[in-house]
């Protein structure tokens, strides 16, 4: 893991520990996610230390009116449509600079940007970045890394914008201005799971947003042994959107074993989410 990420999660520190001392490890894009207990706690403690580029402006190129309404703002971390390199797009209507200083906060991570573009469409304006590690020039496989990049991303977006901060489940963590109304967890959690060819299942994922989230649904999801082989994961104002292509020894999800996996994930998004709970 890149060094500009153990600010953000010098609360998993547990579970590198647990790997150090030969914690089960399962295959997530290729690497391990270890099988032991976290403290949220910890985690949720550790988010003010998100890396974030300092920076003398207060709109990162972009604009803001107190009385527009506020449009939802989406940050997508796509793992399926580039085979070499991590897609993140960002929208917030067309308040979004160049987000010159969330390319910079990206860059602490131990990223690069390999690729920026802009397009416009009736949502709004997507700022559109292609990433991948520096020190290896491969796409981020690691779930504590993206993670850290939506994070990162979202604290910006409400440092530029703090009028973002109530219309985002971060904002208590991040903002200001929390959300205004909280979403109810057994309405907004749905979980489908859906045959993906002979040897791969998709499961799709939305729930109420939470910090650590992309964490939580892969360890669920390993602990099973289950393998997630590529995914997406879309944070749209208080929800969080998610789809993995998963599979069980190089075939597709059984139904018994869906089962399963969707009573595991409804179980847990669906507990109320505090300080101290833990897996």
Same mark, same amino acid.
């Given at each position: 893991?890149?060094?500009?990420?153990?600010?953000?999660?010098?609360?998993?520190?547990?579970?590198?520990?647990?790997?150090?001392?030969?914690?089960?490890?399962?295959?997530?894009?290729?690497?391990?996610?270890?099988?032991?207990?976290?403290?949220?706690?910890?985690?949720?403690?550790?988010?003010?230390?998100?890396?974030?580029?300092?920076?003398?402006?207060?709109?990162?190129?972009?604009?803001?009116?107190?009385?527009?309404?506020?449009?939802?703002? #989406?940050?997508?971390?796509?793992? &399926? @449509?580039?085979?070499?390199?991590?897609?993140?797009? %960002? /929208?917030?209507? *067309?308040?979004?600079?160049?987000?010159?200083?969330?390319?910079?906060?990206?860059?602490?991570?131990?990223?690069?940007?390999? #690729?920026?573009?802009?397009?416009? &469409? @009736?949502?709004?304006?997507?700022?559109?970045?292609? %990433? /991948?590690?520096? *020190?290896?020039?491969?796409?981020?496989?690691?779930?504590?890394?993206?993670?850290?990049?939506?994070?990162?991303?979202?604290?910006?977006?409400?440092?530029?914008?703090?009028?973002?901060?109530?219309?985002?489940?971060?904002?208590?963590?991040?903002?200001?201005?929390?959300?205004?109304?909280?979403?109810?967890?057994?309405?907004?959690?749905?979980?489908?799971?859906?045959?993906?060819?002979?040897?791969?299942?998709?499961?799709?994922?939305?729930?109420?947003?939470?910090?650590?989230?992309?964490?939580?649904?892969?360890?669920?999801?390993?602990?099973?042994?289950?393998?997630?082989?590529?995914?997406?994961?879309?944070?749209?104002?208080?929800?969080?959107?998610?789809?993995?292509?998963?599979?069980?020894?190089?075939?597709?999800?059984?139904?018994?074993?869906?089962?399963?996996?969707?009573?595991?994930?409804?179980?847990?998004?669906?507990?109320?989410?505090?300080?101290?709970?833990?897996?």
């Amino acid at each position: 893991m890149a060094s500009g990420t153990v600010g953000v999660y010098s609360g998993l520190k547990k579970m590198e520990t647990c790997a150090a001392n030969g914690g089960v490890s399962r295959s997530f894009f290729g690497l391990g996610v270890p099988s032991c207990r976290v403290s949220r706690t910890r985690r949720l403690a550790s988010l003010a230390n998100v890396p974030q580029a300092s920076s003398t402006t207060t709109t990162e190129g972009g604009s803001s009116s107190e009385t527009d309404v506020v449009p939802t703002p #989406k940050v997508i971390i796509d793992q &399926d @449509s580039d085979p070499d390199a991590t897609i993140v797009e %960002i /929208t917030f209507g *067309d308040r979004l600079g160049a987000l010159l200083d969330t390319m910079r906060a990206l860059t602490n991570l131990g990223l690069n940007v390999v #690729k920026a573009n802009v397009f416009l &469409d @009736s949502s709004g304006k997507h700022n559109k970045f292609s %990433i /991948t590690k520096a *020190d290896t020039g491969r796409k981020v496989d690691d779930p504590e890394l993206l993670e850290a990049i939506r994070l990162t991303i979202i604290n910006n977006l409400i440092e530029y914008h703090p009028e973002s901060s109530a219309e985002l489940a971060m904002g208590v963590a991040f903002g200001a201005v929390p959300p205004k109304y909280k979403v109810d967890v057994d309405i907004a959690t749905h979980i489908n799971i859906y045959d993906d060819g002979p040897n791969r299942s998709l499961l799709c994922v939305e729930a109420a947003d939470r910090p650590g989230l992309i964490v939580d649904l892969v360890k669920i999801i390993t602990d099973i042994s289950v393998a997630v082989e590529s995914g997406e994961f879309d944070t749209e104002g208080l929800l969080a959107k998610a789809k993995f292509h998963v599979s069980y020894r190089g075939k597709a999800l059984i139904k018994p074993l869906q089962q399963v996996l969707a009573n595991s994930l409804r179980y847990f998004l669906r507990r109320p989410f505090t300080d101290d709970s833990s897996f």
